[in-house]
């Protein structure tokens, strides 16, 4: 039996990455400027379909701490943000200085909750601490949900900062994700779906703001002949040989969401005859998730135990992983404000991602079933 390492998600490369990254080195565009970065931002502007404009820079992680800035937040300002997430989603609202208040999920998307999200602002408000901005996450690729979240935060006028980070591929009615917020990131870190090795994206509305990112990321440099600076800047532009892997990537983008999709069906097949695990997926046909990994849910209380099938994974050298472990119950988010009953902590508790990738075959299918049906 073949016993290599069956990973959750591996980078997945199309084959014209190298011709980029060739053309890079032929013009000597070894920067963190160039026409793979400028074609790279064409490339996602044009798969995102949409009057949007993009910035590509070093991390999702560089681009949600670009986004907060943008909409103000300042020092001692509060933002609200799923819980249920990756720290890189709260993280940059502790670098400005501010603080995140957290929001659980509802159990359908399990991404933010629209009802505690209002309960959020209004007790917020009440203490005199309206909140700056909301970071909405598209959790595995599935789409949040959109109207009511977005619903409740036009009514309070507080703009969304949509961390599309997981969720390139994905749409809500026909639109893509990455497109919804006031600002919008997607990362291209080494697991997502596309990656650079390492990368992000800014998306915005206006030309002009696109303008002030791009400024901000190479050190918020004045128009003179010598280095002059009014203002603060950063070093966040994406090198134009990662952008060349991006450019080879988003070739094949489609292709690999489809993959994805198809591990989805694979595992809703594999567990339709298991009545306490629930595969997550699309509440509504309005949604399409690019299911960047497969999570299963099993039922509170009940006799199957994830982190008993992820054990017995691992010694079949199948990696399996909880899910995001939420930021309220992080040690380092001790203090902060919560709004919730419970939804997050108990996805966590009882959730597991399973391998997802685009790279995944015939083969690996039929190791992780035979692991499956015999752990079952
Ligand atoms: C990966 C990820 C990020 C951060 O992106 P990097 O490019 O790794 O900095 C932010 N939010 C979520 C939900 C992510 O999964």
Redesign the pocket.
């Known amino acids: 039996m073949n016993k290599d390492k069956i990973w959750l998600s591996s980078p997945h490369m199309g084959g014209n990455e190298l011709t980029y990254i060739h053309e890079a080195f032929q013009q000597n565009w070894i920067a963190p400027l160039g026409p793979n970065v400028n074609g790279f931002e064409e490339d996602i502007k044009k798969y995102l379909q949409s009057d949007i404009h993009v910035a590509a820079l070093s991390?999702?992680?560089?681009?949600?701490h670009l986004a907060l800035k943008l909409v103000g937040v300042e020092r001692g300002d509060e933002v609200l943000c799923q819980s249920l997430?990756?720290a890189?989603?709260a993280n940059p609202i502790v670098y400005l200085g501010a603080r995140p208040v957290f929001v659980d999920s509802e159990e359908d998307t399990l991404n933010i909750s629209p009802v505690f999200l209002e309960e959020a602002i209004k007790d917020r408000i009440k203490k005199g601490r309206k909140p700056k901005a909301i970071i909405g996450?598209h959790?595995y690729g599935m789409p949040y949900k959109i109207d009511e979240v977005h619903e409740v935060a036009a009514r309070y006028e507080i703009p969304i900062i949509e961390?599309s980070?997981?969720a390139l591929g994905s749409s809500y009615k026909g639109q893509k994700c990455g497109t919804f917020g006031e600002f919008s990131?997607l990362?291209?870190?080494g697991?997502?779906i596309i990656t650079t090795s390492?990368?992000?994206a800014l998306i915005t509305r206006t030309q002009e703001l696109k303008e002030k990112i791009v400024f901000l990321a190479t050190q918020a440099r004045d128009e003179a002949p010598h280095y002059q600076h009014s203002e603060i800047g950063y070093n966040y532009r994406l090198s134009n040989i990662a952008a060349g892997i991006g450019r080879g990537q988003m070739e094949i983008l489609d292709a690999h969401v489809d993959k994805r999709r198809e591990m989805n069906e694979f595992y809703k097949r594999l567990f339709s005859a298991v009545k306490e695990v629930k595969v997550l997926s699309e509440p509504e046909n309005t949604y399409f998730c690019n299911h960047w990994l497969t999570v299963i849910i099993a039922e509170e209380g009940g006799a199957f135990n994830t982190e008993a099938l992820r054990l017995y994974l691992e010694q079949e050298n199948i990696e399996s992983r909880p899910l995001?472990k939420p930021m309220h119950l992080q040690p380092v988010f001790k203090d902060a404000s919560f709004y919730g009953n419970g939804v997050a902590a108990a996805a966590f508790k009882n959730g597991l991602c399973l391998p997802s990738g685009s790279n995944l075959g015939e083969n690996e299918r039929n190791r992780i079933n035979a692991a499956i049906n015999n752990f079952l």
């Open positions: 991390s999702g992680t560089a681009a949600l997430t990756f890189a989603s996450v959790l961390d980070a997981e990131i990362s291209f870190n697991n997502k390492g990368g992000g995001w």
